[in-house]
């Protein structure tokens, strides 16, 4: 079972309707103790960073999500939850990630819409033997800051300059796009990414139907 | 490069697409988007309270991107939409207080999650007036950029040469510029060209993919 990590104002509705309708099923944890014991955890979010890594210090979420991802435990961050998941973030220079993925989070720009509201195409740097490929498909994009891309970046989209769209380090990934919004192309790569990471939908399956 | 984006209207009136052919709105939203649609613009002009269960609905049945239009009273009604699974909420022209009732959404949701509607008028001595708020309408978005507005929604009338100009001097702006689609497919065009991001639509009579095949000749790249 999929554990989203419930981060005080974010709606966790789509993420939710995403994963009912590729046959996955799902559970809401404010705290660790409310979550799955065994299965993928999702850290999914928008909005300001230092609100939600304070919900994630007062939750108790903060300590044990490193834990966690050290035992093995798949943990997946998305948009905001990738960058909470990096080293740093240009958005708080005085905090720190939780550093399970290499990297920091830097502001887009100078010189482009900020916010970073719409689609773009992405583009493959390495493939991964386990994740599925993004070559040139259309993600929905919306933040305001992205991870540098390195050397291990998976793949790229450009909003003025590169920034990273997939990593993945161990068992934990990381994706800027927001792939429940993202049309029939995002719910099969979420279906994918979840199934790489040990998660097997049910029977109902109906991924990539609408 | 971005995609152009193409974005159904939906009017909803006491949690019923209104209009000749009613029905929940999570039905007809996700039909746009089988349809190509590249987000849903959700306009409720009703009270908050029945709000927050269909928008609920519409989330969790919908794989693109949704924003709310809505004449929120307070921070707690704007707040029970993004909540409940509205990716982004709309501060409609003339709303009371619009500038506080941004700064604390921005504060809150962050740039991403909240925007305002422009409607901007050409006066008789050819100057762009945001109606009702009767300002100067470049200086009225440039402020709302300030305090940290993440898109303008914006109407301009009428639609013609100087529109496209107007639309042109906002994309200068940082936002994103969601134009309400002008009549003929040539105005819908140059708003494009000019600089806005999207096309608010309301025309049942096309689908999305119908919108972009017509626009697409015009040089314009759209999502497949």
Partial sequence: MITLIHLGHESLSTLEGAARRLGFESCRAARPDQAAPAGPIILAGAGPLDPACAQLKGSGWWSELPQLAAGGRPVLGINLGLHILAEGSEESPRGTGLGLIPGIVRRLGPGVKDPHWGWSPVRQRRVHPLFPEIRGGWLFFAHSHALEPGSETLSIAVHGRPFSVMECRGRAVGIQAHLEKSGWLGLSLLEKTLAALGEQPGPASSAGSN | ?224
Avoid at chain 2, 41 to 65: H, T
Avoid at chain 2, 87 to 101: Q, R, T
Avoid at chain 2, 198 to 223: C, E, M, S
């Fill in chain 2, 1 to 224: 490069m971005d995609a152009k984006r193409i974005i159904p209207v939906l009017h909803v009136s006491a949690g019923q697409v209104a209009g000749p052919d009613p029905g929940p709105p999570s039905a007809r939203a996700c039909q746009l988007e089988l349809e190509g649609a590249d987000g849903i613009l959700l306009r409720d002009a009703g009270p908050a309270g029945p709000r927050a269960e269909w928008l609920r609905e519409v989330a969790g049945s919908l794989s693109i991107p949704f924003v709310l239009e809505a004449p929120f009273r307070d921070f707690a009604e704007l707040e029970e939409a993004l909540e409940a699974g509205a990716d982004k909420v709309i501060l409609p022209a003339g709303l009371d207080a619009v500038e506080p009732l941004l700064a604390a959404a921005v504060r809150t949701f962050g740039r991403s999650r909240v925007g305002v509607a422009v409607n901007a008028v050409l006066s008789a001595d050819s100057h762009w007036l945001a109606e009702p708020e009767g300002r100067g309408a470049l200086a009225w978005m440039a402020g709302l950029e300030q305090l940290g507005c993440g898109e303008i929604l914006l109407r301009a009338t009428p639609a013609g040469p100087e529109s496209a100009a107007l639309i042109q001097q906002t994309a200068q702006l940082s936002l994103s510029v969601l134009a309400l689609c002008p009549e003929g497919d040539a105005l819908a065009a140059e708003a494009l060209l000019h600089g806005a991001d999207g096309l608010a639509v309301a025309d049942p009579a096309r689908t999305p993919r119908q919108w972009k095949q017509a626009l697409g000749t015009h040089g314009l790249t759209f999502r497949d």
